[in-house]
């Protein structure tokens, strides 16, 4: 089986690189599993001062491996038991949710560095990450708002963006690029797709001049007041539970169904014609 997440270390600076390039990085269990565990042995490692994301391929993380997520709700529908249970779903869809917690709740510094797609699962991710740079062609957004899901945490969309400016790509689905990303706060700011490499590394290395203790309190204290203004813990709850009843709508259904008929990659350019971006552009992604 093909490794997902391949680990470097830079002194303090331990990378962890997303390289399924030729498969978008999309997300599976096996992705969930390897970049949990590296997340895990980062945290423990006294040599790790800052843990910094970075992918290889076309797209940063193009979201959830449609491929075996509409079968596997298509497989569940078909079985002799068709009644959903939404807490079993609720605990497996939070797995991931739990796993990418950790970019937030690991005690040392995570900064990303996004290139290309950074779309719907990719952004459960990747916005748990306490900074993101962005290559300013980079694309981000939500697309299964319009239907078959909803964010597992969106605590990080109006932390990042406010309420109304979260409302209005929420709403929509709607992409932005890196450069649009940086403008409105998405990210912390946008590069040249050339200079984007550099640029982060830089930024971890900087940190990474810091005693280890002194980054552990100083995220600490960070986190503290995002923990009081945003509930992570109860966003991701909803979230979850919420992303589970979206993909179990009549609309949700059907667009399994419809999968299973004409493929992921056409059903998703069909959700997305109406708006002209993301799957309904020859050759894009949207998953």
Not at 89 to 96: E, K, N, Q, V, Y
Not at 99 to 108: G, R, V, Y
Not at 186 to 202: I, N, Q
Request: glycine letters at 8%; proline letters at 5%.
């Amino acid at each position: 089986m093909k490794q997902a997440v391949r680990i470097e270390n830079d002194g303090g600076v331990r990378s962890l690189v997303l390289c399924r390039g030729d498969e978008y990085n999309t997300i599976t269990p096996q992705f969930r599993d390897e970049f949990g565990a590296a997340l895990d042995e980062a945290d423990t490692d006294p040599t790790v001062r800052v843990v910094l994301i970075r992918a290889e391929g076309p797209a940063f993380c193009a979201g959830f491996g449609l491929d075996w997520s509409t079968l596997a709700q298509a497989t569940e529908e078909s079985g002799p038991e068709r009644v959903w249970d939404s807490v079993a779903d609720m605990a497996m869809i939070g797995s991931f949710a739990d796993t990418w917690a950790k970019l937030f709740e690991l005690s040392k510094p995570t900064v990303a560095a996004v290139h290309g797609w950074c779309i719907a699962g990719g952004t459960d991710m990747i916005l748990n990450a306490d900074m993101i740079i962005a290559a300013d062609t980079a694309r981000f957004g939500y697309p299964p708002a319009r239907v078959w899901g909803t964010p597992e945490a969106p605590w990080m969309w109006v932390a990042r963006l406010g309420l109304e400016r979260a409302k209005r790509y929420l709403l929509t689905g709607d992409e932005m690029t890196g450069a649009e990303a940086a403008e409105i706060g998405f990210v912390l700011e946008a590069v040249p797709e050339d200079e984007l490499l550099d640029a982060a590394t830089a930024l971890a290395q900087r940190m990474a001049l810091l005693p280890l203790n002194q980054l552990q309190m100083l995220k600490l204290l960070c986190n503290d007041v995002a923990r009081d203004m945003y509930r992570p813990e109860r966003s991701r709850l909803l979230g979850t539970l919420f992303d589970g009843v979206a993909r179990h709508t009549q609309e949700g259904l059907d667009f399994v169904s419809r999968a299973q008929e004409v493929g992921w990659r056409q059903v998703v350019r069909e959700r997305d014609e109406p708006f002209g971006d993301y799957g309904s552009r020859p050759n894009d992604t949207g998953t």
